[in-house]
C-alpha cells in the first residue's frame, strides 16, 4: 500500500469538513438573527438567552472554520507531489 503526505492531508481535510458541514446543521450560520436575550415579543431581558444566543455564534464560527481549514487541507494536498511515508516498523 503506497501511503503518501497528500492522501494524509487529504483524509485530515476530509474529517475536517465532516465535521464542520455536522457542527453547521447542528448550530447553524454564525451570522444569524440574534435575538438579544428577548423572549418573543416581551420587553424582559433573559440571560440565558443571551447566553444561549453567544454559544450559537462560538459553535457557528468554529464549524465554519473547521470547513474552511478542511477544504484548505485538500487543496494543499492536490498541489503537493507524491512523497513516501517512511517505512513503519513491524
Same mark, same amino acid.
Given at each position: 500500500?503506497?501511503?503518501?503526505?497528500?492522501? /494524509?492531508?487529504?483524509? /485530515? *481535510?476530509?474529517?475536517?469538513? @465532516?465535521? *464542520?458541514?455536522?457542527? #453547521?446543521?447542528? &448550530?447553524?450560520?454564525?451570522?444569524?438573527?440574534?435575538?438579544?436575550?428577548?423572549?418573543?415579543?416581551?420587553?424582559?431581558?433573559?440571560?440565558?438567552?443571551?447566553?444561549?444566543?453567544?454559544?450559537?455564534?462560538?459553535?457557528? &464560527? /468554529? *464549524? #465554519? /472554520?473547521? #470547513?474552511?481549514?478542511?477544504?484548505? @487541507?485538500?487543496?494543499?494536498?492536490? @498541489?503537493?507531489?507524491?512523497?513516501? #511515508?517512511?517505512?513503519?516498523?513491524?
Amino acid at each position: 500500500m503506497s501511503d503518501d503526505y497528500a492522501r /494524509v492531508i487529504n483524509i /485530515v *481535510g476530509l474529517a475536517f469538513n @465532516l465535521i *464542520g458541514v455536522l457542527i #453547521l446543521f447542528g &448550530w447553524g450560520m454564525p451570522f444569524r438573527v440574534e435575538s438579544g436575550g428577548q423572549i418573543h415579543y416581551s420587553i424582559r431581558i433573559d440571560p440565558r438567552e443571551i447566553a444561549l444566543d453567544h454559544i450559537y455564534i462560538i459553535c457557528g &464560527w /468554529v *464549524g #465554519l /472554520v473547521a #470547513l474552511i481549514l478542511g477544504t484548505v @487541507l485538500q487543496i494543499i494536498a492536490q @498541489l503537493l507531489p507524491p512523497t513516501s #511515508l517512511p517505512p513503519s516498523k513491524p
